[in-house]
């Protein structure tokens, strides 16, 4: 039996802080289930790391993670007002350099309304489903500019990339995922009727790509009625496939519905398995929290549960999920406690 071998990327803010609950869960639902411990390497990248050393991510630091079964991440990322680090530098340079270079095609952010958990909706109930976002394409490739910088006649542009491989390889893992459930329904979300080029070419593949998944239900939603329906009635929604943008801002919306960002947890899938994958919370660094050990730990937890499914121990991604689900509701009527406590209360129940 080999070890899981892992790269650890803490971050910044919060994302160390909740990172060391999850590793610690993730190494207790391994030994639950009598499989060795993982081994660990841990990087250190970030806006922190660049204020020290002025990298945000080498090539030499790429290499490396590429040599991993999988990479556990944090967040990323310095407070919106802190003038000491451009904004969007580390994002772009490190993190999506990332999910570029080690072609996370999937970015899959499941959204569930845990037993206990606490949603704003009125009438919460049977909200389980999953956002299949795109991940390397749409407007975040940075294929943009800017010309007249600072006149009258300024012009900045932001083009977004759509390639007949990265919609086909998302739209099919979706279908998919959508057919492996019972409910096997899918809803494409996009703006085809402004986004008309890129629209087009989602909605066509789609298309086609449904031929071969016969018992899969499918329909469309534009992106701004998409945001209704999350809100008025979620339940409507199994599996959502969409790009990288309105992926974005679609699973936060998700994670608010479903007791909040502190729960939300993704993988940025590589789907041809070239490359290991990366699994963090939904959440960034949130600076307004970070050093008083308050932060929720639970969206890092279940990413671990999320990685520990991928790389083939379903047994201990159970166990992670079957102690969340117990926490919280547990936790359901009074304070959460601080992230260690959380972190502790997880492990034990695994
Ligand atoms: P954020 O997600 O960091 O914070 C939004 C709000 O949610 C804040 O009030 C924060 O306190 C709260 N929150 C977030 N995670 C929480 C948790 N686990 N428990 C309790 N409350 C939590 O988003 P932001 O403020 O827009 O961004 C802060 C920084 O993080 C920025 O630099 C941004 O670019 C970066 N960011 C990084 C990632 C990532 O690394 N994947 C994701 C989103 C944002
Ligand atoms: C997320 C974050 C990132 C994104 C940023 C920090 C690049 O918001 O993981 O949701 O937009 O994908
Ligand atoms: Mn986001």
């Known amino acids: 039996v080999t070890a899981l071998d892992l790269a650890v990327i803490g971050g910044d803010g919060i994302g160390p802080e909740v990172t060391e609950q999850a590793v610690a869960v993730l190494q207790a639902a391994l030994a639950a289930e009598g499989r060795p411990e993982a081994r660990l390497t841990d990087y250190a990248l970030g ?108 012009i900045a542009t932001e083009v977004s990339v759509n390639t007949a491989h990265g919609v086909r390889r998302v739209v099919r893992d979706a279908f998919e995922r959508a057919d492996a459930g019972e409910r096997k329904r899918l809803t494409l979300v996009h703006k085809h009727n402004v986004l008309v080029h890129a629209g087009h070419l989602w909605r066509r593949t789609v298309e086609a790509v449904a031929a071969d998944f016969p018992e899969v239900t499918w329909d469309y939603m534009h992106v701004d009625a998409a945001t209704i329906f999350l809100v008025t009635d979620p339940s409507r929604f199994d599996v959502i496939v969409t790009d990288n943008l309105f992926g974005d801002i679609l699973t936060d919306l998700a994670a608010a519905i479903t007791g909040g960002i502190g729960l939300a947890a993704s993988g940025n899938i590589n789907v041809e398995g070239t490359a290991p994958s990366m699994f963090e919370p939904v959440h960034g660094s949130a600076p307004d929290i970070a050093g008083q050990g ?38 359901a009527d009074g304070d959460r406690g601080s992230t260690a406590e959380v972190g502790a209360d997880v492990a034990r129940r695994v």
């Open 294 to 331: 308050v932060a929720d730990p639970v969206a890092a937890i279940l990413s671990a549960a999320l990685l520990l499914e991928h790389v083939g121990e379903a047994g201990a991604a159970g166990r992670v999920r079957t102690a969340v689900w117990a926490h919280l509701e547990d936790r």
């Open 47 to 154: 806006a922190e790391h660049w204020l020290a050393t002025g990298e945000t991510l080498t090539d030499e630091t790429l290499e490396a993670l590429r040599g991993h079964d999988a990479i556990l991440f944090g967040a990323v990322g310095a407070a919106p007002g802190d003038t000491r680090v451009p904004s969007g530098l580390i994002e772009r340079q490190m993190l999506l350099r990332l999910r570029f270079a080690l072609d996370h095609g999937v970015n899959l952010r499941p959204a569930t309304l845990y037993p206990g958990a606490k949603s704003p909706l009125t009438q919460p109930r049977d909200i389980d489903f999953t956002v299949v976002r795109e991940g390397t394409e749409g407007p975040y490739v940075g294929n943009g500019g800017v010309i007249r910088e600072g006149t009258e006649h300024e």
